[in-house]
């Protein structure tokens, strides 16, 4: 017990003083990775240490900013079970890094939480889908002009989990729907066409092939409510063999509630 105590003091040490070294261009990424194949003790200390050096918005900061993503990219790609939790804990300022006035560090910030979504456990998702509508929301304090990109990297994680973890985004797509839909009208075209793309991506894993052809139609009433009486005279004329899940519910109830709204007698009594 001694001996193990004394590797992981020893290889936090070594940790410390090569997360120093992340603030030149040649940073020892492959070091850092091997230190915490080493210790896989120490991946929470060495993750939280690299978030805050990522986080950083100093102009003498983006160099080990930067590099301290890429650090993370490749630890997720070398060991992503020893990093998942903690990369989990800390994701929402990981995903604001994307917000940086600094190309390189959005760039590398993408890349890096793309790998994560990639790699991490499908069951994962349950955790990340918070964290990502408040990003995609704007919360966690971003502001300024270069916001957007972080709420774009949000909705297009969620996105992703449509390829990465399909079952469990389906499970989740009660949730999903209202927090996406919220979006896609957003002043902001990148951020709306985000919103739309994770909504109809979202809605294609729900696998119910009786409304599987009329996803497209459904999200478009969201932003063009006056498509919703010819939308829902197409949903009335459908005839439903498969059993209807949560999902296949979460997507087509709000379209029933805009349609029972409708000024007109026809499309209130098909959404009845």
Not at 158 to 180: D, H, K, R
Not at 194 to 212: F, M, P, Q, T, W
């Amino acid at each position: 017990r001694c001996c193990c105590c004394h590797l992981v003091f020893a290889t936090m040490s070594a940790l410390v003083a090569l997360m120093e070294g992340l603030k030149v261009a040649d940073a020892s990424t492959d070091s850092i990775v091997n230190a915490v194949k080493a210790a896989p003790q120490s991946a929470s200390a060495t993750v939280e240490g690299l978030v805050e050096k990522a986080s950083a918005t100093g102009k003498a900061d983006a160099v080990a900013a930067k590099n301290a993503l890429v650090a993370l990219d490749a630890l997720v790609n070398s060991n992503v079970v020893a990093v998942e939790g903690p990369i989990s804990k800390h994701f929402a300022k990981i995903v604001c890094c994307a917000a940086s006035k600094d190309k390189a560090i959005r760039e590398a910030t993408v890349s890096m939480c793309n790998t994560f979504a990639a790699k991490m456990s499908a069951d994962n998702v349950r955790f990340l889908l918070p964290i990502l509508f408040e990003v995609s929301k704007g919360g966690y304090g971003l502001q300024g002009g270069t916001a957007f990109n972080a709420r774009v990297l949000a909705l297009n994680l969620i996105q992703s989990f449509s390829e990465n973890a399909p079952e469990q985004l389906g499970f989740a797509l009660p949730l999903v729907v209202p927090e996406v839909t919220a979006s896609m009208s957003d002043p902001k075209k990148d951020i709306s066409k985000a919103a739309n793309d994770a909504l109809v991506a979202s809605c294609d894993v729900i696998g119910n092939r009786d409304i599987e052809h009329m996803t497209a139609n459904i999200v478009r009433s969201v932003v063009t409510p006056a498509d919703t009486p010819e939308i829902m005279h197409k949903l009335a004329g459908v005839t439903f063999v498969q059993s209807v899940s949560a999902s296949a519910l979460a997507m087509v109830v709000p379209l029933l509630l805009r349609g029972l709204r409708s000024n007109l007698t026809a499309t209130r009594r098909q959404s009845a």
